[in-house]
């Protein structure tokens, strides 16, 4: 089975810290995604990445960073939390198949409480 | 205009009731199409592919029509194990590694 792992269920933080989410995938994939889920918006694309150190901006990118350092390990950063970035965060990844889109596989999700 | 638009619902219907959901897309180039369904507090899974000439896994029926520009998913005999809301997915024009999601149907079904 495909596991993508993320680091943390919950998390709460302070207004002005710097966030690391951690999206680890054991599958190998090369293409990772990072979402943001929020009742009434679906989910929306912060950042992708199709190899290590590609990254790519999605809809909704400001405030967030990313870092793709490693093949398997996907992270997302809030340089500077605040309270709008208040969500719960999906990491995906899927396979790369010649530009054919396969099924993406999601974490858990981690619920950030920006307070 | 969102680049994906679904009912949001929530559809409540009983045990054994087909149900069919309407997910309409703006780009007229976009490329792949699928049906996920996310449980609550849980993360989406694919449900199926969405193909041109329409395909069908068990009780679940996905269609898509280009030239209006919409999928649809059926569900027949519904189980309350169906209870859950379905996200329709389409690939961006511009990226296909870009999948770009609708805001999602809740459907409930209820004994």
């Known amino acids: 089975d495909v596991k993508v792992t993320q680091s943390s269920r919950y998390l709460v933080k302070r207004t002005g810290e710097k966030v690391f989410l951690e999206c680890v995938q054991d599958?190998?994939?090369?293409?990772m995604f990072w979402y943001r889920q929020d009742p009434g918006l679906g989910l929306r694309l912060i950042y992708f990445s199709y190899d290590v150190k590609m990254k790519e901006k999605g809809d909704i990118p400001e405030g967030y960073s990313v870092s793709r350092e490693k093949k398997e390990r996907f992270s997302l950063i809030l340089e500077s939390a605040s309270t709008n970035q208040t969500s719960m965060y999906l990491c995906a990844s899927s396979l790369d198949i010649g530009g054919a889109r396969v099924e993406a596989f999601f974490g858990q999700g981690t619920r950030l409480t920006v307070v | 205009r969102k680049e994906v638009e679904q009912d949001p619902g929530p559809f409540n219907v009983p045990e054994g009731a087909t149900v069919a959901f309407n997910c309409t897309y703006s780009n007229s180039a976009s490329q792949s199409f699928f049906w996920y369904r996310q449980d609550c507090r849980k993360e989406p899974k694919l449900l199926m592919s969405v193909y041109s000439s329409g395909n069908e896994d068990g009780r679940f029926t996905a269609q898509l029509n280009r030239a209006s520009q919409y999928i649809s998913l059926l569900i027949r005999d519904s189980k309350l194990s169906d209870s859950a809301t379905y996200l329709c997915?389409?690939?961006?024009?511009?990226?296909?590694?870009?999948?770009?999601f609708g805001t999602g149907t809740r459907l409930q079904v209820f004994p």
């Open positions: 599958m190998d994939h090369e293409n």
């Open positions: 997915v389409v690939t961006s024009l511009y990226n296909t590694d870009k999948l770009i």
